[in-house]
């Protein structure tokens, strides 16, 4: 009942689109003039208004509906001038224009785009976004706005205060500068990776000076990523034994600390190694894990032009199992746009959902921020994918688990991710909830993610409350990814379950939220100079303190000196979250 009425509640857009050619009528127009002479005269006021706006336009309705009179006169005013800021764009603010948003016959409330905010990081120029940050002007140029923008204000130029326009700043240079090394970055990537799966220095300089690189086969199943040599484990802790996997068999029941070490050194190893391919993660999880590897996926994304989304499923038994486990992948480590994506607030307002992150819903394969309406029109569509012979994350993955616990009726199922995989593993059941979907619903037992960045607003917290308990964001120390998108209280991004925390020294704490430092604060200062310092010598000392499995690699120390300059790198490495789940202090 409460989602109903969260669905009767939500405030409705319309698009009112119209030819721009005055030759040309709209093919709805002899049948509405047939109707009455009235409806006849409203259209022909309509057409006049278009006349003279050039394009169309879209408003948001009010609680008392205006008269077309209004609603003309609205619609100028949310208009570009030919010549302004923003032209030919559609401005930052005027209302986006929508496609498919007028609501047909039998097309739910939910089921209309209410508002988006997409940032123009690619197209806008230096200038602009300085123009922008100190005057407010060239805004066109910077955002595209829908209705209900920036926190339920309206969509004038007004609306958009200093603060906003800072974060706004901020977010497109640190972007700007990632991308300006983005080739490096993949130049350097590629040679560390053929250096580390060589294992051979000497053989390697020889190949980097005749200028041939011989880069390993990427499917073998001896190849592995920047992750997988950052931390060598692959096997499941000791304590992981055929008695003690009853305790995450039992459908729908998960302690607070999940048992801390069975389900969730289960969820952080299968999110470490979903960085591998898929004969690597086949191998482990066959071999060593004594499971059943059920597939890997490689997901299209339509907005990026390449598959940038990887998944796998596993089982715990062949036969009848009791535990299917969905694992999500995390940015690539030398990847500009996954090291981007944090710092994108872009989102749209799905109704009776809240807002969301525009590229985590991209990611999952929910539409485009080109055509923002095919966001909800690929949600409630039985076959959203667009794009032919390409598989889409959300609707691939959602079939394939109905599948599968059909097959096995007494499972119950798990999403993990890592990073940006964990954002992935914390909107996929919202999706499901959205949709309706009760098989799966009834049969989800939790999420349980590393290092998460915030997802989306109070609203879709709201949304998700009846099943919040589910949810176990575990975070480690300085890890800057759950405080992004940052700044929850200019764009009200939200983390919406409990969170475990762990510091340096792995003591384990319950919290609503981690602690975030401030950086004018004298206590702050200091933590983020000594934490780094005492994490590098915790790390030459692991093998002896705790055993030879905790030795870190020498190109994890060396990510630790890398983390004295910016702590935030070396925190929010799978190798404190292994640690967490094995050696943790807890209450």
Not at 297 to 307: H, T
Request: with cysteine; net charge negative.
């Amino acid at each position: 009942m409460a989602r109903k009425n969260r669905r009767k509640s939500a405030t409705t857009s319309h698009l009112h689109e119209e030819s721009s050619n005055p030759k040309q009528a709209p093919s709805g127009t002899d049948e509405m003039a047939r109707e009455g002479e009235s409806d006849c005269q409203e259209e022909k006021k309509q057409e006049q208004d278009q006349k003279k706006k050039g394009e169309s336009s879209c408003y948001e309705k009010e609680p008392e509906a205006p008269s077309a009179e209004d609603n003309s006169s609205e619609v100028d005013d949310y208009a570009d001038d030919e010549d302004g800021p923003g032209a030919g764009q559609c401005g930052a603010y005027s209302m986006k224009k929508l496609p498919g948003e007028v609501p047909e016959a039998g097309v739910r409330e939910r089921d209309q785009v209410e508002g988006c905010l997409l940032l123009q990081a690619d197209t806008v120029s230096l200038v602009g976004l300085t123009k922008f940050l100190v005057f407010g002007s060239s805004a066109g140029a910077v955002v595209k706005m829908g209705a209900r923008s920036l926190g339920e204000q309206g969509s004038d130029v007004s609306d958009i205060g200093p603060k906003h326009r800072l974060v706004i700043f901020l977010s497109i240079l640190f972007r700007w500068i990632i991308c300006f090394f983005k080739k490096p970055m993949e130049l350097f990537g590629l040679l560390l990776v053929s250096f580390l799966n060589r294992g051979n220095l000497s053989c390697f300089v020889g190949n980097l000076l005749t200028g041939r690189i011989a880069v390993p086969e990427r499917d073998s199943e001896k190849y592995l990523s920047v992750v997988g040599y950052l931390d060598r484990r692959i096997e499941l802790h000791k304590f992981y034994t055929e008695s003690n996997r009853e305790e995450i068999r039992k459908p729908g029941e998960l302690p607070l600390q999940m048992e801390g070490e069975v389900m969730m050194d289960l969820c952080i190893m299968a999110s470490k190694i979903v960085y591998e391919n898929a004969n690597v993660v086949q191998s482990i999880v066959n071999q060593n894990w004594k499971m059943h590897f059920v597939e890997f996926y490689d997901f299209w994304n339509e907005y990026r032009k390449e598959s940038s989304t990887q998944a796998f499923i596993m089982c715990d038994k062949r036969k009848d199992a009791d535990l299917i486990l969905l694992s999500f992948r995390g940015a690539k480590t030398f990847d500009a746009y996954d090291l981007c994506i944090g710092l994108d607030y872009s989102w749209c307002h799905v109704p009776g959902m809240g807002k969301v992150h525009v590229g985590f819903l991209e990611a999952l394969g929910v539409g485009t921020r080109d055509e923002i309406s095919s966001i909800l029109s690929s949600l409630r569509g039985p076959n959203p994918n667009s794009v032919k012979d390409k598989k889409v994350a959300y609707y691939t993955l959602r079939n394939k688990l109905r599948d599968l616990l059909a097959v096995h009726p007494k499972a119950t199922f798990v999403v993990t991710g890592h990073g940006v995989g964990g954002a992935l593993a914390a909107l996929f059941p919202a999706l499901l909830l959205f949709n309706e979907e009760e098989d799966l619903i009834n049969r989800w037992s939790a999420v349980c993610t590393f290092g998460q960045p915030r997802i989306g607003d109070e609203q879709l917290r709201m949304f998700m409350q009846p099943h919040v308990h589910k949810y176990f964001r575990v975070v480690y120390g300085d890890d800057i990814m759950p405080k992004l998108p940052y700044d929850e209280g200019v764009f009200l991004y939200k983390h919406f379950c409990v969170c475990l925390y762990y510091n340096s020294f792995f003591f384990e704490k319950i919290v609503k939220e981690e602690p975030c430092w401030s950086s004018f604060a004298l206590w702050d200062l200091v933590s983020r100079l000594l934490n780094p310092t005492w994490e590098l010598i915790r790390g030459l000392l692991m093998g002896r303190m705790c055993g030879g499995e905790y030795q870190e690699t020498l190109l994890m120390i060396m990510c630790r000196i890398l983390g004295l300059i910016e702590p935030s790198v070396s925190a929010h490495m799978p190798t404190n979250y292994i640690n967490c789940a094995r050696i943790a202090w807890r209450a």
